[in-house]
């Protein structure tokens, strides 16, 4: 079992940025790939990005490339999704998830186990 924890999410205006963690405790031997995926009111779950511990992939949903940065520190079990200017488009309940996916399915949801609660991100324009 892995526990994953959200935190870093508000309200900002556009243009601005937010740093995004995500704690994961437990099991976390048995997971290499830890994610983030958002929704917005109405919409389906979508990929925005993946990191792995034993892989130099990061892939990146193409809205958020060049804006988004994903990183991890393994020591504390903890990634993080750097994003900056921030857009309208962006709001969303932002959600980290924890698997252990082949680099082709970083982007399938249903890959990943576990999930944390998620975290509220809302962009003014």
């Known amino acids: 079992q892995v526990i994953l924890v959200e935190s870093g999410g508000g309200l900002v205006q556009a243009g601005e940025s937010l740093r995004l963690s995500c704690a994961a405790s437990g099991d976390t031997s048995s997971v290499h790939v830890m994610a983030w995926f958002r929704q917005a009111p109405g919409k389906e779950r979508e990929f925005v990005a993946a990191i792995s511990r034993s892989t130099s992939a990061r892939p990146y949903a193409d809205s958020v490339k060049g804006r988004f940065t994903i990183s991890r520190d393994n020591a504390k079990n903890t990634v993080y999704l750097q994003m900056n200017s921030l857009k309208p488009e962006d709001t969303a309940v932002y959600f980290c998830?924890?698997?252990?996916?082949?680099?082709?399915?970083?982007?399938?949801?249903?890959?990943?186990?576990?999930w944390g609660q998620g975290t509220q991100v809302t962009v003014s324009s």
């Open positions: 998830a924890a698997g252990r996916p082949i680099v082709s399915a970083y982007s399938m949801s249903r890959m990943y186990p576990y």
